[in-house]
């Protein structure tokens, strides 16, 4: 048997009236929603429910809910390139962002503790996404790249899990023209 609490505008639990002005409010399709237990429901910036207060006034979603994006991959190309058995040099690949769990999991790993140096390769190995033609990419592709190429990589990384950027502002002392630069460099050797 299904009881109507006070002021509910409906007998359906909670939980999926809730769960269904999220999921509709991120396609902009609920505006907003009254759950089981009276509580207006709308979506906030970001994809998030709000709720007021029982008796209350209803919380407003007349702007559609903004769903902000995240770039998680990012293309590179390698300065020398991987060199597979078969001779084919690779050099172009995607970088996906780093996870905690990317960077705990190599700890756990024999060959850092015995080297603590080769963190950046096993990292590595988990985050390169594609790199060529390869069919996938592992530590052991990393462990045998070029110096240069390692380098690059580990300044990559670094430079898309900072803040996704490493772009200043500033001004020229001459002509006093405001502009941005990237102080991590897109290519080895560059800041």
């Not at 929603?33 to 970001?46: I, K, L, Q, R």
């Amino acid at each position: 048997m299904k009881r109507s609490l006070p002021g509910a505008a409906t007998a359906a639990p909670a939980v999926p009236a809730q769960a269904a002005a999220v999921s509709g409010a991120v396609s902009g399709a609920v505006p907003g929603v009254v759950d089981g237990g009276g509580t207006a429901v709308a979506v906030a910036e970001g994809g998030f429910a709000a709720a007021a207060a029982p008796g209350s006034a209803p919380v407003s979603a007349s702007a559609p809910a903004r769903v902000d994006t995240l770039r998680t991959e990012f293309d590179f190309e390698l300065p020398r390139g991987y060199v597979d058995d078969a001779g084919t040099v690779h050099r172009r690949g995607t970088m996906r962002l780093s996870t905690a769990r990317d960077e705990l999991v190599p700890l756990r790993d024999v060959r850092v503790r015995e080297n603590p140096a080769y963190l950046s390769v096993v990292l590595l190995g988990r985050v390169i996404t594609r790199l060529g033609t390869l069919p996938m990419v592992h530590d052991g592709i990393v462990e045998n790249m070029f110096a240069s190429d390692l380098a690059f990589l580990q300044d990559f990384y670094e430079q898309i899990n900072a803040e996704g950027h490493t772009l200043a502002s500033v001004t020229c002392p001459n002509c006093a023209e405001d502009f941005e630069i990237d102080l991590g460099g897109s290519r080895l050797g560059e800041s």
